[in-house]
């Protein structure tokens, strides 16, 4: 399973852009990039799923260069509420495969 | 649509004593995950099943954790006996082998405290 590195730790105001890259350099052919919101006290939850170029959902856009070597999670006019931890999860689909690995994760803190 | 159920929400108990944890997945969903999460860290995949065969185990303590899914649906996580490292939340997922994205559909959790 590809590994994945991303930062421990960023801060934001509330309105602003936030940009979380993950690198995955190791990176398979078949995988996919996938993104997870973690609130204190809750699961995490699934965000937003790319393979290459650029995917957009109501709540974020995924940007993967042509290399797939990184990614990066852009959350656009953050509030207090995007308080959490990101993770970055690299591999396959296939669910009847072996469970995706998550890392530590970017712990967001959105300041008023 | 229901999400995943877990109970018990906390249990604190101590050292050398069992516990167990119980999970109920979406409803149709064939594979289930028990993840465990330290304070601070990422969650830790500690068993998958695929309806009631096991996919992966390979960091399930067996030695103190066990861990089964009676006709493919239920399951319960046991520790028995519990050490004061064995503090975290137990977090179930499952997913659709049909959906798209292989998305994961996480429980609240069951917080473990192990004195």
């Known amino acids: 399973l590809a590994k994945t590195t991303q930062p421990i730790s960023m801060d934001s105001y509330e309105g602003q852009e936030v940009n979380i890259t993950c690198s995955h350099n190791n990176i398979a052919t078949n995988d996919y990039i996938t993104w997870y919101q973690q609130f204190p006290s809750q699961g995490p939850r699934f965000i937003i799923q790319g393979y290459k170029t650029k995917v957009t959902n109501e709540v974020a856009s995924l940007f993967i260069p042509a290399d797939r070597k990184s990614s990066t999670l852009s959350l656009p006019r953050v509030s207090l509420s995007d308080t959490a931890v990101y993770y970055c999860?690299?591999?396959?689909?296939?669910?009847?495969?072996?469970?995706?690995?998550f890392g530590s994760g970017t712990r967001l803190q959105v300041q008023p | 649509e229901a999400g995943v159920a877990q109970s018990p929400r906390y249990k604190i108990i101590e050292k050398r004593q069992s516990v167990a944890f119980w999970c109920n997945p979406i409803?149709?969903?064939?594979?289930l995950y028990w993840y465990q999460q330290i304070l601070g860290q990422g969650p830790k995949l500690l068993i998958q099943f695929q309806n009631n065969g096991v996919v992966d185990d390979s960091q399930l303590p067996k030695d103190r954790f066990s861990a089964e899914r009676l006709k493919g649906v239920d399951s319960t996580l046991k520790i028995q006996p519990a050490k004061l490292e064995d503090s975290a939340v137990y977090l179930c997922?499952?997913?659709?082998?049909?959906?798209?994205?292989?998305?994961?559909?996480f429980g609240e959790g069951s917080r473990l405290t192990v004195l």
């Open positions: 409803s149709g969903h064939a594979t």
């Open positions: 999860l690299v591999g396959g689909r296939d669910t009847g495969r072996r469970a995706l690995t």
């Open positions: 997922a499952s997913s659709s082998l049909g959906g798209n994205t292989g998305e994961l559909f």
